[in-house]
């Protein structure tokens, strides 16, 4: 099937079906979030992005990373797809705790801005649009075992998101 072009190598195990761009008149591989996805699922691994990848997936960033970074259940791997970098790192105890999806991308992109620049209030109005107020309480709940600075960035999100003024 790869030499009729019905579908495409990712890595060794990994294939997809190319999918049409018609923005750039060719066929194209999925993204390197789908990718990821199909490596975790393959490998039986939980994973989260991690740092810029958050960011970027939480439209916080317009910057697309040099490489891609998940947090992984599994081991340490690198894969290079197309000349870009997607890497896995092994969880630590902590992330391991935080099984939800929104609240790993929350607390990751806090963390990879540090706690001067997670802390301006430019930063979490932004980061407040990302969810409805409803998502917040459940995001405040469930990062309750991270660090206490990154969990007062998480409450003031929350309130500004409950704020119709801004």
């Known amino acids: 099937m790869e030499k009729e072009g019905k579908i ?3 890595i060794p195990g990994l294939y997809a079906f190319p999918k049409y761009s018609w923005l ?8 390197i979030g789908t990718i990821a996805r199909g ?3 393959k490998n039986d691994w939980k994973i989260f992005p991690e740092g810029n990848t958050a ?3 939480l439209g916080l960033s317009t910057q697309v990373p ?3 970074i998940y ?3 599994g081991r340490h791997r690198k894969y290079d797809i197309n000349g870009t970098i997607l890497e896995f790192k092994e969880l630590n105890s902590k992330t391991i705790s935080i099984s939800d999806k929104n609240t790993n991308l929350v607390v990751q992109s806090i963390a990879s801005l540090g706690k001067i620049a997670a802390s301006e209030e430019s930063f979490i109005k932004k980061l407040s649009k990302c969810f409805s107020p409803e998502e917040w309480i459940k995001i405040e709940y469930k990062a309750k075992k991270v660090t206490s600075w990154i969990l007062e960035i998480i409450a003031k999100a929350k ?3 409950n ?3 801004y």
């Open 66 to 68: 040099a490489k891609y």
């Open 163 to 165: 704020d119709e003024n």
């Open 159 to 161: 309130e500004f998101s």
């Open 39 to 41: 490596i975790a699922r």
């Open 55 to 57: 960011l970027l997936y």
């Open 8 to 10: 495409v190598r990712i």
């Open 24 to 31: 750039l008149n060719e066929y194209v591989v999925p993204d």
């Open 71 to 73: 947090l992984s259940s």
